[in-house]
Structures are given as structure tokens and as C-alpha cells.
């Protein structure tokens, strides 16, 4: 090449590392404690092989292999528990940082226009997004090898090197390789956003596949390149042909990134931008109906999203609510009634788990909806706005409802993919009953969410994003509380933790009536601050 | 005299223990453009802010229609159209899309006027915003401003990504806003703009209004650069009271800059010495500027 299309790509990356580096340190420091930290207490949490059998039990069900990834065979060690109950949850969180990262920085920088004062100067046409990889290779192996050095020292009986190394860096290439997906989507698309979905859409596609497989036969999990991670049978066989696998994934998808970058304009995308329409609907004419027109196919994605995987979730029913098919012995000592009630009995405890699932999920867009009374005014989308007759209530008023809105409806799709899917494949059907308590259940806890989210846009705008953490920390304890024997207290540091077990339980409507009125209060506080305090922040 | 459209009593706004305005007075009254210029940073568009009710004033008082800009800030809005500095259009939709809810949201509607705009400045409204140019970006709110049926106009420096005929265009609307009595500000850092449209102007710097009057006014408290010839020589003339700069050219002639105010001594001692030309260029409102923004470095030299 005569003329180096990577020129500066050493100082880009340099770059990008130095500007990066306070997000990359956070990214880091909690994956490495969430992983290592969890590797050390599991010794003493399952020291005994009696404790082991007992989570075994537990995770073999159906229910647990579609949330965990299939448990191999034998397991002997706290160590094969850690591995297969830990590699697909660090792959998704994983997933997450890598997308945010490539995208950001590549798709991102270009949108902005920063990636077209950087391209003016002698610098090579691939240069940035070489930079982005390198800076995503370099995020993902040093983490890999600070998992594997940490589960040296975490001394979890039944570790060895070859399987601590080959965890560190499956989880590392597993990353790398959703980096290069991210870099595809980012040539693809011609914005942010749009990169994001799609990017997510990829990502949802391979999580159910996965599922799907590891439910029914987990050999076709080897079809799927998220359920590599889960082949690496790490303490087992300690196979490192996954982690070759998703190398050699990785580096075809960087170039066809490559070749994709170097055959567009600067900021153009595959998918190009279509034209509009040339005067507003009748249905454009306030906040309200500007942030359904802005907010629509995300709102309609999620929807879709997780009423499809609510389905999915449910056309495991018929594998979960089977005790017959765990222990044949039931079926000589228990009536058939028993056994249907039985069995509806552990389907009830897997929707339970799925709650928080869609809740959490359902409380990403929500939360977000309303971070955009900040975020819309730093970018200086409501500038205009505010100068016409709108009153800030109104602006207030609509982005809270259309929140709850979203957020409601999330909720409600992922009963709906449950109900039907399960009803599709299940012998006796499932009472509606289960999904009332479910809604009943989750719905005011969801709300206490969006109403902290909402004091925050009110009186401490700068931290909006300290709900996201919030959100996280609440879906830790609650999906791994049990597993880890988290202290009871902290279930009660998340609106969750107050609810009664349902749907196996029934919903408590006290709980539900002060949940509410909680939610309320810090709704109408929230309007308080917002009504009073500068709408732009220096 | 008619109540003022826009009253500001000693404005000021801290950020924190920054003063982003200390002291912001003047008036603005029907049927008048009023030109706000200052540097970079000096707070018009914090001023313009606060003027909206976006950012909540820290001492003084401002009112609109007699109204207080930030408790009344919806009843003030409802006659009222704003172009910011910066606009920022939702990428994913299109220009016509976002005129007519700018217009929605302002009680109005799509009209004549408006079709009339949109061709007049040339904008494709069926492209998304995404696609757009800082100039066709203020094109977009520009047009949404102009067909707004309002009293109050308020520009936030419209005109800096337009092409000279879109200027064009722009400074024959506010023409007419005035003409039809409405009241207009516009912050600019356009001079000539300004020095065509304005009738009065409020110069801010550092947070404060250092000068408010019209063009005319202003020259008074500048200097007038003279050049001059005269048969018999000018020895005394440096010393004269408000000469100042003076510069002997290569053909005899002088330059000089005079105070406004000792136009009339220094006249009347040139007159004494045999005229040969005389050339009295009155300062523009770059001169002005120039000297404010001037005093501003020393004084952050100092």
C-alpha cells in the first residue's frame, strides 16, 4: 500500500486508551471484582460436596441451563459450579462493554464530526477504527488475564492453570468477538442508535438460539457462536477449540469491518438514511407525541423483543414443569393431579425468576426515557421548545407518562410471550391468574425506578445515570442472592426484595399500595426540582 | 413613550461562584430591532437563556409583555419566537416534520407564509435533519420563527451558517417584523448586519452591558479618523486635546483619530492652516467593537 491506510493508528490508539481511560478503569475493575470476587466466595459457599450436589440439582433443571448454559455431566469441584454457572452471565456483561466502546468510538466519533477533523489531517482512512480494535483486544485480554491470575489466587478447589487461563481468555475472545460484531453494525448503519439495535438484535438472536439449544440438544449449541463460551468445558476437558473458534470469528468479521469502511463515504452507512415526509402527521403536535414519534420503533423493538422472548422462555414450560422426566420415580408414588401440581408448581418459580428479567429489561428503556429530560437538553433538542408556550409540567408530565407507559407494556409483552408459548406446548394450561400476580406483583416496583429516575432529572441531573447502577446492583441480588447466600438485608436495598414470592404466592396489595405511593411521591418531588432548577447545566 | 416589549433591570446570573451576568440592563420597545453584540463568552446567550425562562436568574429583574420571564414564562411564550445560536434538529426526522411542530407547539400553523419560507430559503423539507447542514438547520427554526405569528422576536446569532442570499432573505423578514411593529433582538456577531438592521444596540462584555444607545449615539463617544492636508505645517496638532494616532503619509497628508467630542477644536485649528483635502471617516461599529473588545485585553492583561 503505497498509501498506508492505517497511518497513526499507534497514536490513535494511545489516544483513545488516555481518553477513554477512566471508563475502561470502571468497566474493569467491575467485571474483575463481580468475577473474582464471586470465585472467592464460592469456596466457602460450596465447599462440601454435599452443597454441591444440592445447587447441582438446582442448576441441571431446565429452568436454570436456558438463564446459566448447559451444566456439564459430572460435576465434582465448586469449581465446575463456578464455571458453568458464571461463563454465560460474564459473556452477556461482556457483550454490553464491548458494544458500548466500539460503537461509541467508531460509529459515534463519526456522527459527532469528530471523525471528520481526525481524518483531515495525515491520518489513515482505517486508522480509527483500527484503533477502536486494538483498544477493545487490549480491554478484553488484559481482563482475561487478570480473571485468570485472580482464580489462581481465589484458590477455588478443583481449579487448575490450563482451565483458569483458558476461562480468562474464552471469556476474553467471547468479548473480542462481540467488539467485532460491533464494528460490522457500526459500518452498516448511519447512526448510533440505529448501530445499537441492530447490534442488540444480533446479540438477542444468539442468546435464544443458544437457549433454545442448550434446552432441547446442546450439541447444536456449537451452531451458535454465544454457546462457544459454554464449550469450553472449562475444569472438564478444558477444550480450547472455542476460544480458536471465536478468533478466527473475530478476525473475519474485523475485515469485512475493514473492507465495509474503506468502501463507504465518511459518514454514510450501508443502510442509508431514507427521505421524510415533508409536513408533521396530525399525530406530531406536542411533547407528548414528539416522544412517541422519537422513541416509537425502540419502544416497538423492546416490545417485540421481549414478547418473543417471553415465548421462548414459555415453550420451555412443557421441558421445565416435567418432574416425571427428572425422576421417573414420581410417577409410581404421586397421582396424576400431583404431578400437575407439581409440576406447575416449579414452572410458577421459573416465571418468578423471569420477573426480574423483564422487569430489569423492561426498566433499561424506561429509565432512559426519562434521562432524556438531561440528556435532550444538553444536546440542545429542547432549546427551541422551551421557548414556545410548553409549560415544563407538560414537558415533565409526558415524558413520565410515556415511561410508564413503555415500561408497563414491556411487562405485560413478557407475560403475554409467556402465557402463549407456554400454553402452546404445555399439557394443562396455565391460569391467568399467575400473570395477574405477576403484573400486580413487579409493576409498583417498577415504578419506584422511574420515580427515583425522575427525582434525579429534578435535583440531581449530573447523577441520572446512578439509576442504571441502582437497577444493576437490585438485578444482582436478586438473580444471584440466593446462589451467592447474600445476607438477607440486602434483598431489602431493592424495591424488589419487598414483593411476596409471586407468582407462586399471591401479590400483596399492601405492598402494592405503598409501593405506589411511593413511586408517586418521588414522581411529584422529582416535578419540584425540575420546575424550579436551569434546564441547561454548565 | 409606549411600555417597553422587554424590560431588564440589573440582571445577573451566577454559575456556582461564577458571575456569567452581572449586571444586564436595557429595554427593548415595539416596532424596534435591538442589536446585542459583545465577544465570545461576554453572556448573550446565557442573557437570551434567562430572557426564556430556560435558566432562572440570580438577582434583577426581567419581564416580558410586563410579565416575569421565568414564572410567566408559558404566557410570555405564547408571543413569542426564538432562533438559538446552535439548533439542534431530532436526526431522525425530517425538516418539514419539525416546522410544523415548532408551529404546533406555538399555537400556529402550517400556512402560505410557511411554504412561502421554505422556498424562499431554499430548505428541502423532506430530508431528514440528520442530513443537514448548520446552515439548513437554521433554516429549519428560522422558517418555524418566521411564519410564528408573535410580537417578540428573539435571534440568537441566526445567521451564522447561512449563505449571503439566505442573509438576504433573513434581513428582509426582520425588516418586515419591524415594520409591522413588532420587537426584535438580535444578538450577532455579524456587524455590518447589525449596523444595517438595528436601531439601537447593547454592547456586553464580561457580563455586563458596557453601552446601549443607537449607532448614532455611539459615534458620539468614539473618534472620527480624519485625514488631512494643509498648506502651512501642523506642529501643535499632536498635542491638541482628543487628537490622538497621528501619522505624517508619504505624500504630506496626516492621519489622525479625533474624539467625537474635539471634533470642533481640531477643526478650528486645521481651518487656521490653509485645507487642502480633508477626509472624516466616522467609526463603524467594528471600530466600536474593536475598542471594547480592545480595552477587554488589557484589562486581562493587566
Redesign the interface.
Known amino acids: 500500500m503505497n498509501n498506508n491506510q492505517f497511518q497513526m493508528t499507534g497514536f490513535l490508539t494511545r489516544f483513545t486508551l488516555k481518553k477513554d481511560r477512566l471508563k475502561l478503569l470502571v468497566w474493569a475493575v467491575v467485571l474483575i471484582s463481580l468475577f473474582v470476587g464471586v470465585a472467592s466466595k464460592f469456596t466457602s459457599l460450596y465447599g462440601n460436596q454435599q452443597a454441591i450436589d444440592e445447587i447441582i440439582k438446582t442448576l441441571k433443571t431446565p429452568a436454570m441451563v436456558s438463564l446459566f448454559g448447559k451444566m456439564p455431566k459430572d460435576v465434582f469441584t465448586s469449581a465446575d459450579v463456578f464455571a458453568a454457572e458464571m461463563t454465560v452471565f460474564m459473556a452477556i456483561i461482556s457483550c454490553i462493554m464491548n458494544y458500548y466502546f466500539v460503537i461509541r468510538n467508531t460509529r459515534g466519533e463519526e456522527e459527532s464530526g469528530i471523525l471528520e477533523m481526525i481524518q483531515a489531517h495525515s491520518v489513515g482512512r482505517l486508522a480509527n477504527l483500527s484503533a477502536t480494535i486494538i483498544e477493545s483486544f487490549i480491554l478484553n485480554f488484559g481482563i482475561g488475564l487478570i480473571y485468570a491470575l485472580g482464580l489462581q489466587f481465589a484458590n477455588l478447589s478443583g481449579t487448575d492453570l490450563n482451565g483458569n487461563f483458558l476461562l480468562g481468555f474464552g471469556l476474553a475472545s467471547c468479548g473480542f468477538m462481540f467488539a467485532s460484531i460491533a464494528a460490522v453494525v457500526s459500518q452498516l448503519s448511519?447512526?448510533t442508535?440505529s448501530a445499537t439495535t441492530l447490534a442488540y438484535l444480533v446479540f438477542g438472536i444468539m442468546y435464544i438460539a443458544r437457549m433454545i439449544t442448550d434446552v432441547t440438544d446442546s450439541h447444536y449449541t456449537w451452531f451458535v457462536p454465544l454457546g462457544w463460551v459454554e464449550k469450553l468445558s472449562t475444569y472438564q476437558q478444558n477444550n480450547w477449540l472455542p476460544v480458536i473458534l471465536m478468533l478466527i470469528l473475530s478476525v473475519i468479521l474485523v475485515l469485512i469491518a475493514f473492507y465495509l469502511n474503506s468502501h463507504r463515504d465518511l459518514g454514510s452507512g450501508l443502510i442509508a438514511?431514507?427521505?421524510?415526509?415533508?409536513?408533521?402527521?396530525p399525530l406530531?403536535?406536542?411533547?407528548l407525541t414528539?416522544f412517541w414519534?422519537?422513541n416509537r420503533v425502540s419502544i416497538l423493538v423492546w416490545f417485540f423483543g421481549i414478547l418473543i422472548l417471553g415465548m421462548t422462555y414459555g415453550s420451555i414450560f412443557n421441558t421445565i414443569g416435567d418432574i416425571v422426566k427428572t425422576n421417573p420415580m414420581f410417577k409410581q408414588l404421586l397421582s396424576t393431579s400431583a404431578i400437575d401440581n407439581a409440576n406447575l408448581l416449579i414452572v410458577k418459580q421459573f416465571i418468578g425468576m423471569l420477573m426480574i428479567v423483564f422487569a430489569v429489561l423492561a426498566l433499561i428503556p424506561g429509565i432512559s426515557l426519562i434521562n432524556y429530560l438531561k440528556k435532550g437538553e444538553d444536546?440542545?433538542?429542547l432549546?427551541?421548545?422551551?421557548?414556545?408556550?410548553?409549560?415544563r409540567l407538560k414537558l415533565y408530565g409526558s415524558m413520565i407518562f410515556i415511561s410508564v407507559i413503555t415500561v408497563t407494556i414491556i411487562l405485560f409483552a413478557g407475560n403475554l410471550g409467556l402465557y402463549l408459548g407456554g400454553n402452546a406446548v404445555m399439557k394443562q394450561n396455565l391460569p391467568l391468574e399467575i400473570f395477574q400476580r405477576n403484573l400486580l406483583g413487579y409493576w409498583p416496583a417498577t415504578m419506584i425506578f422511574l420515580g427515583i429516575s425522575a427525582c434525579l432529572v429534578g435535583w440531581l441531573p449530573k447523577l441520572i445515570s446512578l439509576n442504571f447502577g441502582y437497577l444493576i446492583i437490585s438485578f444482582f441480588i436478586q438473580y444471584f442472592g440466593k446462589l451467592l447466600k447474600l445476607p438477607d438485608w440486602t434483598e431489602k436495598l431493592t424495591p424488589f426484595g419487598y414483593l411476596a414470592k409471586v407468582p407462586v404466592k399471591d401479590f400483596n396489595p399492601t405492598t402494592f399500595w405503598f409501593q405506589l405511593a411511593l413511586a408517586l411521591i418521588l414522581i411529584v418531588i422529582g416535578y419540584v426540582g425540575y420546575r424550579?432548577?436551569?434546564?441547561?447545566i454548565? | 413613550m409606549t411600555t417597553p416589549t422587554l424590560h431588564i433591570n440589573h440582571l445577573q446570573k451566577n454559575f456556582g461562584k461564577f458571575q456569567a451576568l452581572k449586571d444586564i440592563t436595557f429595554d427593548i420597545y415595539p416596532g424596534e430591532v435591538f442589536g446585542f453584540i459583545g465577544p465570545n463568552g461576554a453572556g448573550k446567550s446565557t442573557t437570551i437563556r434567562t430572557l426564556l425562562g430556560i435558566l432562572k436568574a440570580s438577582g434583577g429583574q426581567a419581564t416580558i409583555f410586563g410579565k416575569d420571564v421565568f414564572k410567566d414564562a408559558v404566557a410570555i411564550h405564547s408571543r413569542l419566537a426564538y432562533v438559538p445560536g446552535d439548533v439542534y434538529l431530532w436526526p431522525n426526522l425530517s425538516g418539514g416534520e419539525i416546522i410544523d411542530l415548532f408551529l404546533k407547539l406555538a399555537h400556529n400553523k402550517h400556512t402560505e407564509k410557511t411554504d412561502q419560507l421554505i422556498k424562499a430559503f431554499q430548505l428541502d423539507p423532506t430530508k431528514k435533519a440528520r442530513t443537514y447542514s448548520k446552515g439548513n438547520r437554521q433554516k429549519v427554526a428560522l422558517i418555524a420563527a418566521f411564519s410564528t405569528e408573535a410580537d417578540f422576536y428573539i435571534f440568537d446569532e441566526p445567521t451564522s451558517g447561512l449563505d449571503p442570499l439566505n442573509e438576504e432573505i433573513f434581513q428582509q423578514e426582520v425588516l418586515k417584523l419591524k415594520a409591522a411593529g413588532k420587537a426584535v433582538l438580535l444578538s450577532s456577531h455579524i456587524l455590518s448586519e447589525v449596523e444595517k438592521m438595528c436601531d439601537r444596540i447593547g454592547i456586553i462584555r464580561q457580563g455586563k452591558i458596557v453601552e446601549t444607545g443607537t449607532l448614532q449615539e455611539m459615534r458620539h463617544l468614539t473618534r472620527t479618523v480624519v485625514k488631512v492636508q494643509t498648506v502651512e505645517p501642523t506642529p501643535e496638532i499632536a498635542a491638541l486635546v482628543g487628537v490622538h494616532n497621528v501619522e505624517v503619509n508619504q505624500n504630506g497628508s496626516m492621519t489622525l483619530a479625533v474624539d467625537s467630542e474635539h471634533l470642533d477644536s481640531l477643526m478650528e485649528y486645521l481651518s487656521k492652516k490653509q485645507i487642502l483635502s480633508l477626509q472624516a471617516t466616522p467609526p463603524t461599529l467594528e471600530d466600536l467593537f474593536l475598542r471594547y473588545y480592545d480595552s477587554e485585553v488589557q484589562t486581562n492583561e493587566q
Not at chain 1, 284 to 287: A, I, S, Y
Not at chain 1, 383 to 391: F, L, R, V, Y
Open positions: 448511519d447512526n442508535r438514511t431514507k427521505p421524510g415526509r415533508a409536513s408533521a402527521s406530531l403536535h406536542d411533547p414528539l414519534r422519537l444536546k440542545g433538542y432549546e427551541i421548545i422551551h421557548a414556545t408556550p410548553t409549560s424550579r432548577r436551569d434546564l441547561v454548565n
